[in-house]
Protein backbone atom coordinates (compact mmCIF):
# COMPACT_ATOMS: atom_id res chain seq x y z
CA UNK A 1 0.00 0.00 0.00
CA UNK A 2 1.34 3.63 -0.75
CA UNK A 3 2.11 5.25 2.28
CA UNK A 4 0.90 8.33 1.51
CA UNK A 5 -2.79 7.30 1.34
CA UNK A 6 -1.82 7.28 5.22
CA UNK A 7 0.42 10.86 5.55
CA UNK A 8 0.60 13.49 2.98
CA UNK A 9 4.36 14.17 3.43
CA UNK A 10 3.74 17.58 1.94
CA UNK A 11 2.31 18.87 4.87
CA UNK A 12 4.78 18.16 7.20
CA UNK A 13 7.45 20.65 8.17
CA UNK A 14 10.79 20.99 8.82
CA UNK A 15 13.97 20.29 6.78
CA UNK A 16 14.46 16.65 5.90
CA UNK A 17 13.49 16.17 2.77
CA UNK A 18 10.68 14.81 0.81
CA UNK A 19 12.78 11.65 0.08
CA UNK A 20 13.94 10.84 3.71
CA UNK A 21 10.73 11.48 4.82
CA UNK A 22 9.07 9.03 2.06
CA UNK A 23 11.44 6.36 3.20
CA UNK A 24 10.84 6.75 6.86
CA UNK A 25 7.30 6.23 6.17
CA UNK A 26 8.28 3.17 4.07
CA UNK A 27 9.39 1.45 6.71
CA UNK A 28 6.80 2.75 9.44
CA UNK A 29 4.00 1.28 7.64
CA UNK A 30 5.84 -1.20 6.63
CA UNK A 31 6.44 -2.07 10.39
CA UNK A 32 2.40 -1.23 11.60
CA UNK A 33 1.55 -3.94 8.27
CA UNK A 34 3.56 -6.67 9.58
CA UNK A 35 1.61 -6.00 13.56
CA UNK A 36 -1.46 -5.65 11.84
CA UNK A 37 -1.02 -9.34 9.71
CA UNK A 38 0.11 -10.55 12.91
CA UNK A 39 -3.34 -9.35 14.63
CA UNK A 40 -1.92 -6.94 16.77
CA UNK A 41 -4.57 -5.43 19.03
CA UNK A 42 -4.58 -3.29 21.57
CA UNK A 43 -5.23 0.25 23.20
CA UNK A 44 -1.34 1.72 21.16
CA UNK A 45 -3.13 1.79 17.74
CA UNK A 46 -6.25 3.76 18.17
CA UNK A 47 -4.36 6.81 19.91
CA UNK A 48 -1.41 6.73 18.05
CA UNK A 49 -3.24 6.93 14.90
CA UNK A 50 -4.58 10.26 15.94
CA UNK A 51 -1.43 11.67 16.42
CA UNK A 52 -0.67 14.19 13.73
CA UNK A 53 3.33 14.65 12.06
CA UNK A 54 4.16 18.00 12.01
CA UNK A 55 8.00 18.07 11.60
CA UNK A 56 10.58 16.41 10.49
CA UNK A 57 14.15 18.03 10.74
CA UNK A 58 18.04 17.10 11.04
CA UNK A 59 20.29 19.68 12.30
CA UNK A 60 23.47 20.02 13.41
CA UNK A 61 23.89 19.70 17.42
CA UNK A 62 24.53 22.63 18.90
CA UNK A 63 26.87 21.89 21.59
CA UNK A 64 28.64 19.45 19.20
CA UNK A 65 28.61 20.78 15.52
CA UNK A 66 30.09 17.16 13.85
CA UNK A 67 26.78 15.40 15.31
CA UNK A 68 23.52 15.46 14.30
CA UNK A 69 20.27 15.89 15.86
CA UNK A 70 16.84 14.99 14.55
CA UNK A 71 13.68 16.96 15.96
CA UNK A 72 10.36 15.42 15.26
CA UNK A 73 7.05 17.15 16.40
CA UNK A 74 3.56 15.59 15.97
CA UNK A 75 0.21 17.46 17.89
CA UNK A 76 -3.12 15.22 18.98
CA UNK A 77 -5.87 16.75 21.01
CA UNK A 78 -6.69 14.83 24.63
CA UNK A 79 -9.99 13.34 23.65
CA UNK A 80 -12.17 11.44 26.41
CA UNK A 81 -10.54 7.82 26.24
CA UNK A 82 -7.15 9.64 27.18
CA UNK A 83 -8.03 10.95 30.45
CA UNK A 84 -8.09 9.31 34.01
CA UNK A 85 -11.56 9.49 36.48
CA UNK A 86 -10.30 13.20 37.11
CA UNK A 87 -10.69 14.32 33.17
CA UNK A 88 -6.94 14.53 32.87
CA UNK A 89 -4.45 13.40 31.04
CA UNK A 90 -3.82 9.90 32.29
CA UNK A 91 -0.31 9.62 33.16
CA UNK A 92 -0.11 5.99 31.49
CA UNK A 93 -1.38 7.81 27.89
CA UNK A 94 1.07 10.08 28.32
CA UNK A 95 3.99 7.43 28.47
CA UNK A 96 2.59 5.98 25.36
CA UNK A 97 2.81 9.17 23.72
CA UNK A 98 6.10 9.51 25.01
CA UNK A 99 7.48 5.70 24.47
CA UNK A 100 6.21 6.04 20.47
CA UNK A 101 6.77 9.51 19.47
CA UNK A 102 10.47 9.66 20.99
CA UNK A 103 11.24 6.44 18.88
CA UNK A 104 11.03 8.65 15.41
CA UNK A 105 13.70 10.83 16.07
CA UNK A 106 15.87 7.82 16.54
CA UNK A 107 14.84 5.91 13.70
CA UNK A 108 15.26 9.04 11.33
CA UNK A 109 18.73 9.70 12.43
CA UNK A 110 19.29 5.94 11.73
CA UNK A 111 17.99 6.58 8.24
CA UNK A 112 20.35 9.82 7.65
CA UNK A 113 23.43 8.39 9.33
CA UNK A 114 23.60 4.68 8.16
CA UNK A 115 20.19 4.56 5.61
CA UNK A 116 18.69 1.95 8.20
CA UNK A 117 15.58 2.70 10.21
CA UNK A 118 16.11 0.33 12.97
CA UNK A 119 12.72 0.36 15.84
CA UNK A 120 15.13 -0.36 19.23
CA UNK A 121 13.25 -2.00 22.08
CA UNK A 122 13.16 -0.09 25.48
CA UNK A 123 15.35 0.15 28.10
CA UNK A 124 14.26 2.48 29.95
CA UNK A 125 11.54 4.79 30.27
CA UNK A 126 11.80 8.19 32.44
CA UNK A 127 8.96 10.68 32.85
CA UNK A 128 8.16 13.52 35.14
CA UNK A 129 4.76 15.04 34.87
CA UNK A 130 4.52 18.89 35.07
CA UNK A 131 0.77 19.88 34.75
CA UNK A 132 -2.42 18.62 33.83
CA UNK A 133 -4.11 18.20 30.29
CA UNK A 134 -8.03 18.50 30.07
CA UNK A 135 -9.89 17.14 27.04
CA UNK A 136 -10.30 19.30 24.15
CA UNK A 137 -6.45 20.44 25.16
CA UNK A 138 -4.26 20.49 22.17
CA UNK A 139 -0.88 19.01 22.65
CA UNK A 140 2.57 19.69 20.67
CA UNK A 141 4.70 16.62 21.38
CA UNK A 142 8.13 17.50 20.60
CA UNK A 143 10.97 14.91 20.41
CA UNK A 144 14.72 15.09 19.92
CA UNK A 145 17.70 12.59 19.72
CA UNK A 146 19.85 13.14 22.63
CA UNK A 147 23.09 10.42 22.11
CA UNK A 148 22.82 7.84 19.62
CA UNK A 149 25.59 4.83 19.78
CA UNK A 150 25.91 1.77 18.36
CA UNK A 151 24.60 -0.16 21.43
CA UNK A 152 22.19 2.61 23.74
CA UNK A 153 20.08 4.93 21.41
CA UNK A 154 18.66 8.32 23.99
CA UNK A 155 16.11 10.77 22.92
CA UNK A 156 14.12 13.28 25.51
CA UNK A 157 9.92 13.79 24.18
CA UNK A 158 8.33 17.17 26.01
CA UNK A 159 4.55 16.83 25.77
CA UNK A 160 3.10 20.75 25.59
CA UNK A 161 -0.55 21.98 26.40
CA UNK A 162 -0.62 23.98 23.20
CA UNK A 163 -4.09 25.58 24.60
CA UNK A 164 -2.58 26.70 27.84
CA UNK A 165 1.29 27.19 27.38
CA UNK A 166 2.65 24.80 29.68
CA UNK A 167 4.50 21.51 30.08
CA UNK A 168 2.52 18.68 30.87
CA UNK A 169 5.13 15.67 30.37
CA UNK A 170 8.90 14.95 29.72
CA UNK A 171 10.73 12.31 29.47
CA UNK A 172 13.92 10.48 28.26
CA UNK A 173 13.67 7.46 26.66
CA UNK A 174 17.10 4.90 26.41
CA UNK A 175 16.23 2.11 23.94
CA UNK A 176 18.67 -0.22 22.64
CA UNK A 177 18.83 -2.27 19.18
CA UNK A 178 16.88 -5.51 19.61
CA UNK A 179 18.67 -8.58 19.68
CA UNK A 180 18.18 -11.36 17.49
CA UNK A 181 15.96 -14.48 18.92
CA UNK A 182 17.84 -16.78 20.49
CA UNK A 183 16.70 -20.31 18.35
CA UNK A 184 17.94 -22.57 20.91
CA UNK A 185 16.67 -21.06 24.07
CA UNK A 186 14.80 -22.95 26.42
CA UNK A 187 11.95 -21.32 29.14
Excluded at 81 to 96: F, Q, R
Excluded at 135 to 164: F, H, Q, Y
Aim: hydrophobic content about 40%; some cysteine; overall charge neutral.
Amino acid sequence: MDTREHVDISLIGGNASTELKQAFFDVFYERIKKAKARGYKGFEPEIASRTVWKEMSVLKKVEESENLEVRVVFEITVEEDMVNPHGTLHGGCSALLIDNCSRMPIVLLGLVTTGRAEFAVSKSLNISYHAPAMVGDGLRIVCTTLSCGSRILISRCEIWDATNHRLVASGVHTTMPASAPNSTAKL
